[in-house]
């Protein structure tokens, strides 16, 4: 059922009773974040019980949630989309620079709207205080994940104890034996997804205590399950994009500053620094 399982629901959706066809309604509307959602967590955000929920997945022929779940994160695999596809389209549809300008500034803007809507705002708190109370945090993002991982890195290195794994992978898995109960590792996975950084994840759960937080583009990630938080982007659909993920760490890097004593301090004292030295002309 799960190739047109969207399609399935809407079909259905006006022959079942009010608490199911709001149910219904809700997922065909978030299909993407229900993939990652207990039972519990659709029951509250979709503000029906549970047993509405087993009365619905019986009526369209499910057993069990988890069967259910499944075919929705099928649904959402087999409907993604890459970067490459993104980057494709934009030079396809935007040859002209003016016009060009404008479809970016506004996508942008649309794209950052979107993303602050889907949010899930207990995540962000989740991530944000991982964060704030780690010792240490770590940085890894490969391929078309890496810029956004030294920006966020460079930006927090007057805030907090930072180190960036991104710029040399060949010795992450030499570099998680520093990992220590308290630390934090940030990892950003913009599809499509570095197997190279799926597996190290993997291999940190199982092997070591470091809290997880991950950046990601889609819900259909396979690093949110090994992560102890999750923060999720956003995919632009009509262009290749990575301005939400941006917003969402300079968003982050402003609510660590302002909740992490002495930074502004801190960050006073590097500015003095970088001129006494000649490194920067302001």
Aim: charge should be negative; include cysteine; glycine fraction near 4%.
């Amino acid at each position: 059922m799960n190739q047109n399982l969207k399609e399935k629901l809407i079909e259905v959706q006006n022959d079942l009773p009010k608490q199911q066809q709001k149910l219904c309604k809700f997922i065909i509307e978030h299909i993407g974040a229900v993939s990652t959602m207990t039972i519990q967590e659709l029951s509250e955000r979709s503000e029906v019980g549970t047993s509405t929920i087993l009365r619905f997945i019986d009526k369209i022929g499910y057993k069990k949630y988890p069967q259910f779940k499944n075919d929705v994160i099928q649904y959402n695999f087999d409907k993604r989309t890459n970067t490459w596809w993104h980057l494709k389209k934009s030079l396809e549809e935007m040859d002209e620079t003016e016009v060009s300008l404008v479809k970016v500034s506004k996508g942008s803007i649309e794209d950052i709207e979107s993303m602050l809507n889907e949010l899930d705002q207990k995540e962000y708190e989740k991530s944000l205080k991982t964060l704030l109370h780690a010792n240490r945090i770590y940085f890894l993002g490969m391929r078309t994940s890496k810029s956004l991982s030294l920006y966020f890195e460079m930006m927090l290195r007057g805030i907090v104890d930072t180190y960036q794994l991104s710029l040399n992978t060949d010795f992450i898995y030499d570099d998680s034996l520093k990992f220590k109960k308290g630390d934090a590792l940030v990892v950003f996975a913009i599809s499509p997804y570095s197997k190279q950084t799926v597996d190290f994840i993997e291999h940190c759960r199982k092997n070591t205590n470091i809290s997880i937080v991950l950046i990601t583009d889609l819900e259909t990630c396979p690093i949110i399950k090994d992560s102890d938080a999750h923060l999720i982007a956003g995919q632009s659909q009509n262009r290749y994009s990575i301005i939400p993920s941006i917003a969402l760490i300079e968003s982050l890097i402003i609510d660590l500053g302002k909740n992490k004593p002495g930074s502004v301090n801190q960050i006073s004292r590097l500015n003095e620094i970088h001129r006494e030295n000649d490194i920067t002309t302001l």
